[in-house]
């Protein structure tokens, strides 16, 4: 199949990104830039387009995502510390960015007669972002059937949407992903920060796949008591 992805340039969809060269025909990736103050992460996206011989699309949606005020990602709101579990990681959804992102990935995907988008929610989304949820991509699959019948067949890839971020550090591991050449610290600054709700994800999911951690944070050992923290809330 020819597949386009959606990467943002984080170790997931990096992930995902060596996955499809492996296993398809990778025929581009493709990443946003919405307004987020971790845009940095979209050089990590034209590196592994770089590395994987693809070209990379970067589109411009700043004018969008302005208008998706409130979340933390785009907007004057402090990036919250802790586990990804802890209810004060909601400010951190853009309202129906997926939704919007993989609308223009499909229309680019049947411009250039790919017949699959590929993209990197995984199981540890589907607390907060509805719109990372094996719901929203069956039903986004329906969706697009309906919007291109008659023109294009483009299907939905999602093989992380039901595996732990653990589980994609082992599979990326497999298709030799240069983790630390990825990026997933909301807060964007010039080191990972290692107290973000993504930063503690990705240092929790290197210790569960029983893989090194090549990624230099400001604050290396605050995930572990983000994720005590958690397990104890979690049994009161």
Not at 125 to 137: A, K, L, M, S, T
Not at 184 to 202: F, I, L, Q
Request: aromatic share 8%; with cysteine.
């Amino acid at each position: 199949m020819k597949v386009l992805v959606v990467c943002s340039g984080g170790l997931d969809s990096v992930s995902l990104a060596h996955r499809v060269a492996t296993e398809n025909q990778l025929i581009g990736l493709i990443s946003f830039n919405y307004g987020q103050r971790h845009n940095k992460e979209i050089g990590y996206a034209a590196r592994c387009a770089e590395r994987l011989g693809v070209p990379h699309h970067v589109l411009d949606i700043r004018s969008i995502g302005a208008h998706l005020t409130g979340s933390a990602l785009t907007d004057d709101v402090e990036v919250p510390d802790g586990h990804y579990a802890e209810e004060t990681m909601k400010s951190t959804v853009v309202p129906n960015r997926n939704a919007i992102m993989l609308s223009i990935a499909f229309g680019l995907a049947a411009a250039q007669k790919a017949d699959a988008v590929a993209v990197a929610v995984h199981g540890g989304d589907h607390f907060i972002y509805p719109d990372c949820r094996p719901g929203f991509i069956d039903a986004f699959q329906t969706m697009q059937a309906r919007a291109l019948d008659g023109y294009a067949d483009v299907s939905l890839l999602a093989p992380y949407v039901n595996l732990s971020k653990a589980a994609i550090v082992v599979d990326g591991a497999n298709h030799s992903t240069p983790f630390a050449e990825t990026w997933s610290c909301y807060k964007g600054g010039e080191r990972h920060c290692g107290r973000c709700g993504t930063c503690v994800e990705r240092r929790e999911a290197f210790h569960l796949a029983g893989h090194t951690d090549p990624t230099d944070y400001e604050d290396p050992n605050f995930w572990s008591e983000a994720v005590s923290r958690c397990s104890a809330e979690e049994v009161r």
